[in-house]
C-alpha cells in the first residue's frame, strides 16, 4: 500500500537564461531554448515544501506540468534535477538562479510535443530521493526541480508558472503506507 503527496509549486519560482535574463513574477516558465534568434538556454526553477521525513525510501516522485502554449518540436533535449540542497532559498537573479548546484542525480530527457492545457510529467524520483538523503534534510525543508535546456535546437514551450493559479507545476510523491507497531498486523 502506498499514499500518494501532491505537493503545489510555491511563489518564487523563476527561469532564467544564458543571458542571465530572469523572470520570478510571469505565469509562465520556459522549457526549452526560448527562441531562434540566439541560443538562450533556459533554465526553470520550481520550489515544493516536502512533507517528508529525512531518509525515506520514496516510490516515485512525478513533476507535473500545465503547458501554456502547444509546440509541436519534438528535437529539443532537456535535463532534470533537483538543487543540491538540504532546503532551497529562493534565487533573487539570473546569475543566482544559473548558478545554483544540480543533484548528481539527473535525467536528459527529449522534449515531447506540447499541447496547451494537456498535463505532461517528467520522473524525478531519483533527484528527489538524493535530495531527502541528504545529511541536513528535515521534514517540511524546500527542494526545488530544475529544468535546463541542454542542446542548441531552438525549440521553445513553455508551462504555467506559480502565478497561473490552478495550473501551477505540481510535485507528486509516492511514499510506502508504514503499518504502526502494535496494531495486530502481521
Known amino acids: 500500500m502506498s499514499s500518494t503527496l ?3 509549486d510555491e511563489a518564487g519560482d523563476c527561469w532564467a ?3 542571465n535574463n530572469f523572470d520570478n513574477t510571469g505565469v509562465e516558465l520556459f522549457i526549452g531554448d526560448t527562441d ?3 541560443d538562450r538556454d533556459p533554465r526553470a526553477w520550481m520550489p515544493f ?3 517528508i521525513a ?3 525510501v520514496i516510490i516515485s516522485a512525478t513533476l ?3 503547458p501554456s502554449q502547444s509546440s ?3 528535437t529539443s533535449t532537456i535535463k532534470l534535477s533537483c538543487e543540491a540542497a538540504d532546503s532551497v532559498s529562493n534565487p533573487s537573479s539570473g546569475a543566482d538562479c544559473n548558478g545554483r548546484t544540480r543533484t548528481t542525480a539527473q535525467s536528459n530527457v527529449t522534449l515531447n510535443q506540447y499541447t496547451v492545457n494537456v498535463l505532461v510529467s517528467y520522473d524525478v524520483t531519483t533527484m528527489v530521493q538524493e535530495i531527502l538523503n541528504r545529511s541536513g534534510w528535515v521534514y517540511g525543508n524546500r527542494l526545488a526541480v530544475m529544468i535546463d535546456d541542454v542542446n542548441t ?3 521553445p514551450h513553455k508551462v504555467n508558472s506559480f502565478e497561473a493559479g490552478a495550473n501551477k507545476p505540481v510535485l507528486e510523491i509516492v511514499v510506502p503506507d508504514f503499518v504502526p507497531m502494535g496494531s495486530g498486523l502481521i
Open 6 to 8: 501532491t505537493i503545489a
Open 17 to 19: 537564461d544564458f543571458f
Open 36 to 38: 531562434a534568434a540566439a
Open 49 to 51: 515544501t516536502v512533507p
Open 54 to 56: 529525512k531518509g525515506t
Open 64 to 66: 507535473k506540468l500545465i
Open 72 to 74: 509541436s518540436a519534438t
Open 153 to 155: 535546437a531552438d525549440k
